[in-house]
């Protein structure tokens, strides 16, 4: 299986607290994606890292990527209610698999 | 970001018939599209990439006559789950990828919740 795996599984914090979410992965890749899953509704795209990137922020969103270890990571800070939510990795250059998934939790 | 819609959002359906699900990019040409399905509280499982005017190609252990795939325009791919039983019901999820290639972003529906009774 190409899926990767994510830890932890479930998450819930704080608002304003700061989340860290990790994926790992098997294979080599070209790039690793960040999406983000809403209860019962399709996924968003959050963040694209490159293989020859270390390190990538977008807003609150900070990703981090170690091709050596094969895992990213994904730091939401200040986090909000809304981020509550199911948050992905996923690999591949035009199929996606996807990792375990983190269940967050923010409490307001 | 492009627009994908999936149609519908909820089916509910009897043991052994036919559902049909579609999947539109509404402001972009999707030259490529995929389908995932996912059961309650786990990731998604690609079952087939699917490229316009051309047969879907399926990933290990999904049957290709259970699942039927249709992209025959550059707007619309349909997953038709056949003779479906209650193992079937799960959340169906579409995403699509223009001409831009990959290494870049899929972008994906909202999803469709099949039940079978």
């Known amino acids: 299986s190409q899926q990767g795996e994510e830890d932890p599984q479930a998450l819930s914090i704080q608002e304003g607290e700061n989340a860290t979410m990790n994926c790992s992965y098997k294979t080599s890749i070209n790039n690793l994606q960040w999406y983000r899953q809403n209860s019962g509704r399709g996924l968003v795209h959050l963040i694209l890292?490159?293989?020859?990137?270390r390190e990538k922020h977008s807003g609150r969103l900070r990703v981090t990527l170690d091709t050596s270890k094969k895992s990213s990571s994904l730091l939401i800070t200040a986090s909000r209610a809304a981020d509550t939510a199911s948050y992905f990795c996923a690999t591949g250059s035009n199929q996606f698999y996807f990792g375990t998934g983190t269940s967050l939790t923010v409490i307001p | 970001g492009a627009v994908v819609s999936q149609h519908p959002s909820r089916v509910i359906c009897k043991s052994g018939t036919s559902v049909k699900i579609e999947c539109r990019s509404l402001d972009f040409q999707a030259t490529t599209m995929f389908w995932y399905r996912q059961f309650p509280k786990q990731s998604l499982m690609l079952m087939a990439t699917?490229?316009?005017?051309?047969?879907?190609?399926?990933e290990q252990g999904v049957e290709k006559d259970k699942f039927l795939i249709n992209h025959a325009s550059l707007t619309l791919s349909t997953l038709t789950v056949t003779s479906a039983h209650p193992e079937d019901s799960s959340f169906y999820i579409c995403?699509?990828?223009?001409?831009?290639?990959?290494?870049?972003?899929?972008?994906f529906g909202q999803g469709t919740r099949l039940t079978v009774v």
């Open positions: 995403s699509a990828r223009g001409s831009w290639g990959v290494n870049t972003e899929a972008f």
């Open positions: 890292i490159r293989s020859n990137e």
């Open positions: 699917s490229n316009e005017g051309s047969k879907a190609t399926y």
